[in-house]
């Protein structure tokens, strides 16, 4: 394959099957290197050479290029490399694109059911979403950031359009023979009928105006060519923008679920956050209850003392001990109350 194709080794060590290589499309000299998902192809001027043949993306790719190369669209026709790129690029787009629907079905009902239901299981279902999500994500802006880096550079564009640069080839050649012979055939024939006049013959002369149109009808055909591939490149722009506008509405899918994923994020933690700030509200309440009971220990600990006074001698005095207590730590317990609602740490 190298040598049919003169690619050098770097180029098909990105289509082995066995390893994993971003998505990447090269144009060479004599062949488009092509590596888009499963589809891992290179593509001449007359042929596709695909390797993993025995994937099915591979053969529905093989089947639906027999079928297009089979049918005669009406007016001009693009390049045999192009429909092969083309379909490459269909193939790739469709993958992801169906890709990124399946993630889509399986995580917006995921997220609803975890924003009602908060559990160890939804949060690790969502953990795996989120990872295959940036993983897609990061597959589909590489196919993007492909196709438009060959779309900014006509370079680039020129350089896929093999089909222009092997008829280029083959008239170069046929017309280097084709003249090569005529020399050869003048030669002779000078030698033969004028060997020592200076001055040209009629033959000579319709020799020399055919050798000179000759030589124009090359340039003018060089001019064609030019022009051709232009237009060619700009087919080619047209088919890259169509694709790019696929894969770009497939980068704002993702985009969107990464976006609903945050904000079901948010969410949670609000949500945790504000079951954060009532356990802290309930531990404040806590303490402050506990402080006021604390109130009554210190007056039953002092009244429970062994010395002699004359407060034990009234008439219900414990009961007029526990009313003024019990007055007491109720004051102080609203007392914290209205400072902790004015320093706005509950909710008024």
Known sequence: MMRRCELPARDLRLLDPLFVYPSTVLGRERAIVVNLEQIRCVITA????????????????????QRRLLQRAEGDELPFEFRALELALEAACSFLDAQAAELEIEAYPLLDELTSKISTLNLEHVRR???????????????????????????????????????????????????????SAGAAGTSASAPVSPVSSPTESRKLEKAFSLCRSRHDSVKSSDNTTIEHIQELEMLLEAYFVVIDSTLN????????????????????????????????????????????????????????????????????????????????????????????????
């Open 46 to 65: 007359d042929e596709v050479l695909l390797l993993n043949s025995l994937d099915s993306y591979v053969l529905q790719y093989a089947a639906e290029l």
């Open 253 to 348: 899918k993702l985009t969107s679920l990464k976006e609903y994923i945050d904000d079901t994020e948010d969410f949670i933690n609000i949500q945790l956050d504000n079951v954060r700030n009532q356990l802290i509200q309930f531990e404040l309440l806590l303490t402050t209850a506990t402080f006021v009971v604390a109130i009554f220990g210190v007056v039953a600990g002092v009244f429970g003392m062994n010395f002699e006074t004359t407060v034990f001698k009234i008439q219900n005095a414990f009961q007029w001990v526990l009313v003024i207590t019990g007055v007491v730590g109720a004051f102080i317990f609203y007392s914290f109350l209205w400072f902790f609602k004015y320093k706005r740490l509950m909710p008024l």
């Open 129 to 183: 979403l989120k990872s295959r999500l940036v993983a897609l994500t990061r597959r589909v802006q590489k196919v993007r950031d492909e196709i438009e880096q060959l779309m900014d550079d006509d370079g680039d564009m020129a350089e896929m359009y093999l089909t222009e640069k092997k008829l280029r080839m083959e008239s170069s050649v046929f017309g280097d023979q084709s003249l090569l012979g005529y020399n």
